[in-house]
């Protein structure tokens, strides 16, 4: 079976990684900037997927350069602890969490594509721009271009979309969609070198009912014992179009002026920003729900079957998840479609929730209901939350990605090997 994959993401290389597993050989990601890289913020992939990681033998590899999650603690503006709890391998897991960059997650799956699958297997330069069907094969076909603007088509038994939020796989299966919804609010971010606060692999959360600032370490020099922190703020777009350089391209003002007075557990903020070499900014925005990700041979996968919001780090998380289940279903069908027909049955209903809770903003809601009850602050969370409720939302939540504790550690695996792959 020939197969075609557009987009170099984590997904795409997901995908790839995954069919190779399964016993496909013949399959090649296409990717449209001339080389696969990706902007060194950072991410968080959460155990069932870094379970997938593992399996498909990536986990040593991106361990070098990653940060073990321990806990997630989040604050309201003033420092108050509204809710803290264990993550990764503390939590009971036999997988842990993963804090690290994505550029250097990138690299890592590039390298392995290419490892495994062969030099050719990963094509840059080449965006995608038309699809069409082949005639009396059941396969698809794909146009791509290069800079210079020379055509390729591609013919293909199937095609994956893995084009991210801007998916031009997505806009061919749904052309009168439109762009992304955007919500409102701006997402400036960005990494410096810093001291180790709290537990030295903690993710601190802080916000009210409107803004929300994110800070985690992604790597550790041990050299030095100092951390490379991912640091992420959200704010209402109005609140930064006043602020930014000439350029439109800073966010040190609007950060420092909406978040300076807040107080992020052991971090220097004023500091880290003046640290932070780049910032960049950009529209808070996901995709509506689709009705169907599957036509024919051409199915969508990760940010362009289901972008969702920044919140509770379910993004790469979902699309490595994503390309191990449309893999295992691939490997069990005979017939390509029926594979895609079960791996969306599958996925596309648990992520249309993932998706909607994600617009509330997932577990992170917390701290909106604790602005709400006690905007001026506390002394002790039970004051403003029942015994339970703050446990509820958190478990409803992992519950609902998928990513809850018994079920990651107990399903099956979805490491699956078509019939007659040689092993």
Do not use: C
């Not at 991912?230 to 704010?235: D, S, T």
């Not at 809850?404 to 490491?415: A, H, I, M, T």
């Amino acid at each position: 079976m020939r197969i075609a994959i557009a987009g170099a993401g984590i997904g795409g290389l997901a995908a790839a990684l995954s069919l190779h597993a399964a016993g496909f050989d013949d399959v090649t990601v296409h990717e449209a900037d001339p080389r696969v890289r990706s902007l060194g913020f950072g991410l968080n992939i959460l155990p069932n997927a870094v379970r997938e990681l593992a399996e498909l033998g990536l986990l040593d590899a991106l361990d070098r350069r990653a940060v073990r999650t321990r806990e997630l603690a989040m604050y309201n503006p003033h420092g108050n602890l509204v809710w803290r709890e264990d993550r990764g391998l503390r939590a009971g897991y036999r997988w842990p969490q993963l804090s690290i960059s994505r550029s250097h997650l990138v690299l890592v799956m590039a390298e392995e594509v290419r490892r495994r699958l062969g030099d050719g297997a990963l094509v840059t330069d080449a965006r995608l721009v038309g699809l069409g069907g082949s005639a009396g094969t059941g396969g698809t076909s794909a146009t791509f271009t290069d800079r210079a603007g020379s055509p390729r088509t591609v013919r293909a038994d199937l095609l994956i979309g893995a084009d991210g939020i801007h998916s031009a796989v997505r806009a061919a299966l749904h052309p009168g969609e439109g762009p992304p919804p955007a919500n409102g609010m701006t997402i400036l971010r960005g990494t410096a070198w810093g001291d180790p606060f709290l537990t030295g692999s903690s993710m601190a959360v802080l916000g009210d009912d409107r803004r929300r600032l994110v800070l985690y370490p992604i790597e550790t020099d041990r050299s030095t014992g100092r951390t490379l922190i991912n640091w992420v703020a959200a704010l209402p777009d109005a609140d930064t179009d006043t602020d930014t350089d000439a350029d439109g391209t800073d966010g040190r003002t609007p950060v420092l002026r909406h978040f300076g007075g807040w107080s992020p557990p052991g971090v220097d903020l004023a500091r880290l920003l003046r640290d932070t070499p780049e910032v960049h900014r950009h529209p808070m925005a996901d995709r509506d729900p689709l009705p169907r990700w599957t036509s024919g041979h051409v199915t969508l996968l990760g940010d362009a079957a289901h972008a969702m919001y920044p919140a509770g780090s379910n993004g790469a998380t979902q699309s490595v998840i994503d390309a191990r289940v449309l893999a295992a279903h691939l490997a069990r069908h005979s017939e390509p479609g029926a594979a895609l027909r079960a791996y969306e049955e599958e996925r596309r209903p648990q992520m249309t929730e993932l998706q909607r809770s994600n617009r509330s903003l997932g577990p992170e809601r917390v701290i909106t209901l604790a602005h709400h009850r006690a905007p001026g602050g506390f002394a002790d969370v039970r004051e403003v939350f029942g015994e339970e409720e703050l446990a509820e939302i958190s478990r409803g939540y992992a519950e609902t990605g998928k990513f809850d504790q018994e079920w990651v550690n107990s399903r099956p695996s979805l490491s699956v090997r078509r019939r007659g792959a040689e092993k």
